[in-house]
């Protein structure tokens, strides 16, 4: 995939680079960015420089993730990481991804992750194919969640032992959002010379 730049009315999603390294380093120094997400922990330079500058690009030459820097149009500052991740199943049958995110403390309750989201989600639906989102986060994340639900994820459920971390195993929440669950989205087109296949027509379970 070639890295794409995506505009809303006050943000810039732009993929990493590695000048966003020292930015990176100091938003995940909060401790909720270490503990409901992924990163190392503690989180390092090196840890902020490998993300910025080598894992980010990677995982677009090789389409095994799409990082965002979520970025202020106004200031110019970082306010989080918006990413598709777990696209494996992004060219199968399945047409899935998983959308993930992380926001800055400082740059909390301006709404700002609802609205890089929607930017991401309006291009994977209609630019990628996909056909089924997923969240997932550890449970107990309230904030995540929160997050997801304003964006029109439905609620599927917990899944039991799903995360090993720190010797443990913990239960994870789980969503999902359709292309026919967002307001005018009606997901790929599947129109001539665009490279994505004609919808796969959905069948829910009458009971």
Same mark, same amino acid.
Not at 54 to 76: L, N, Q
Not at 126 to 144: T, Y
């Given at each position: 995939?070639?890295?794409?730049?995506?505009?809303?009315?006050?943000?810039?999603?732009?993929?990493?680079?590695?000048?966003?390294?020292?930015?990176?380093?100091?938003?995940?120094?909060?401790?909720?960015?270490?503990?409901?997400?992924?990163?190392?922990?503690?989180?390092?330079?090196?840890? *902020? &420089?490998?993300?910025?500058? /080598?894992?980010?690009?990677?995982?677009? +030459?090789?389409? !095994?993730?799409?990082?965002?820097?979520? #970025?202020?149009?106004?200031?110019?500052?970082?306010?989080?990481?918006?990413?598709?991740?777990?696209?494996?199943?992004?060219?199968?049958?399945?047409?899935? *991804? &998983?959308?993930?995110?992380? /926001?800055?403390?400082?740059?909390?309750? +301006?709404?700002? !992750?609802?609205?890089?989201?929607?930017? #991401?989600?309006?291009?994977?639906?209609?630019?990628?194919?996909?056909?089924?989102?997923?969240?997932?986060?550890?449970?107990?994340?309230?904030?995540?969640? *929160?997050?997801?639900?304003?964006?029109?994820?439905?609620?599927?459920?917990?899944?039991?032992?799903?995360?090993?971390?720190?010797?443990?195993?913990?239960?994870?929440?789980?969503?999902?959002?359709?292309?026919?669950?967002?307001?005018?989205?009606?997901?790929?087109?599947?129109?001539?010379?665009?490279?994505?296949?004609?919808?796969?027509?959905?069948?829910?379970?009458?009971?």
């Amino acid at each position: 995939m070639k890295p794409v730049t995506l505009t809303t009315e006050r943000l810039v999603l732009r993929p990493f680079d590695a000048s966003d390294a020292p930015a990176v380093y100091a938003a995940c120094q909060e401790p909720d960015i270490q503990r409901w997400t992924t990163v190392p922990s503690p989180y390092r330079r090196e840890d *902020a &420089e490998q993300f910025a500058g /080598t894992v980010v690009p990677e995982g677009w +030459r090789h389409d !095994t993730a799409y990082h965002f820097a979520v #970025v202020t149009r106004a200031e110019e500052v970082l306010a989080g990481a918006m990413g598709l991740v777990r696209l494996d199943r992004l060219r199968t049958p399945e047409r899935q *991804a &998983e959308l993930g995110y992380w /926001t800055a403390k400082e740059q909390r309750g +301006r709404g700002y !992750t609802v609205e890089a989201a929607r930017a #991401v989600l309006g291009w994977a639906f209609g630019d990628l194919g996909v056909e089924r989102m997923e969240w997932h986060a550890e449970a107990g994340n309230e904030g995540s969640r *929160a997050v997801a639900r304003r964006l029109g994820f439905r609620m599927e459920g917990t899944l039991r032992a799903k995360l090993p971390r720190e010797g443990t195993r913990r239960d994870v929440w789980i969503g999902s959002l359709l292309p026919s669950d967002l307001p005018g989205t009606h997901g790929p087109s599947g129109a001539a010379g665009t490279g994505v296949p004609e919808p796969t027509p959905y069948l829910p379970y009458p009971g």
